[in-house]
């Protein structure tokens, strides 16, 4: 959905490097998610926000932190980049408890 | 928390033939059941959902059923064409607190062969 935004698209990093993926909506949704999707695997909850002084830890927050910069825009952080967390991310987008619109996903490779 | 098993994982069909991919849920509190369709490079989109009031709902070519004593949901795709190919992933949520979170099945890889 070209309303929801992820930079980069595909990003190759070291291990123990910090790294950002950032995400953006326009769709003025107050939610916002980040996912992690590895393969064979169904996308897994890493962390949440209900709106900009508001964050929560998903299922697998370990290793990530995030920041609501704006209501438009969610970042994903790894301060510390190991090789397990190579995987697909998606960002979310949500108004209220409503359907959850996916951005296009970053491939991440920590090598 | 919330189980969401998906079968099968991968699923082959001829054009035109019907295609049903299934999930179990272990929650008995889970009221909400969406389903996503995920091509090849680009992110998940919802195709359709079911709510825990009713048992079935349609959309064209594709349908949701849903059994709450069972814990399993069902979509099925009729007149399958090329372009339904892709990942489908099943989920489950339920109300409570305020937020929405889905716990999704492990996709299911449907090729429909012309």
């Known amino acids: 959905d070209a309303d929801v935004t992820q930079t980069p698209r595909n990003r190759i990093t070291k291990t123990g490097k910090r790294i950002m993926l950032e995400c953006s909506q326009t769709?003025?949704?107050?939610?916002m998610y980040w996912y992690r999707q590895d393969p064979g695997l169904g996308l897994q909850l890493i962390y949440y926000?209900?709106?900009?002084?508001?964050?929560n830890k998903g299922e697998i927050s370990d290793g990530y932190s995030v920041s609501r910069q704006a209501q438009a825009k969610f970042s994903l952080s790894l301060e510390s980049a190991i090789p397990n967390q190579t995987a697909l991310y998606f960002c979310?987008?949500?108004?209220?408890?409503?359907?959850?619109?996916f951005g296009p996903g970053t491939r991440l490779t920590v090598l | 928390g919330e189980n969401v098993e998906q079968h099968p994982s991968t699923l082959s069909v001829q054009e035109g033939d019907s295609a049903v991919i299934k999930c179990t849920y272990s929650?008995?509190?889970?009221?909400?059941f969406p389903w996503y369709k995920q091509e090849l490079g680009k992110g998940p989109q919802l195709i359709i959902d079911?709510?825990?009031?009713?048992g079935e709902k349609k959309d064209q070519r594709i349908a949701v059923t849903l059994n709450k004593t069972a814990k399993h949901f069902s979509l099925h795709i009729t007149e399958t064409q090329p372009e339904d190919s892709a990942v489908y992933f099943c989920?489950?949520?339920?109300?409570?607190?305020?937020?929405?979170?889905?716990?999704f099945g492990s996709g299911t890889q449907l090729t429909v062969l012309p």
């Open positions: 979310a987008t949500s108004k209220g408890t409503d359907t959850q619109y």
């Open positions: 769709k003025g949704h107050d939610r």
């Open positions: 926000s209900f709106d900009v002084k508001d964050i």
């Open positions: 929650d008995s509190a889970s009221n909400y």
């Open positions: 079911i709510r825990s009031n009713v």
């Open positions: 989920a489950a949520s339920r109300t409570g607190g305020s937020a929405r979170q889905l716990t």
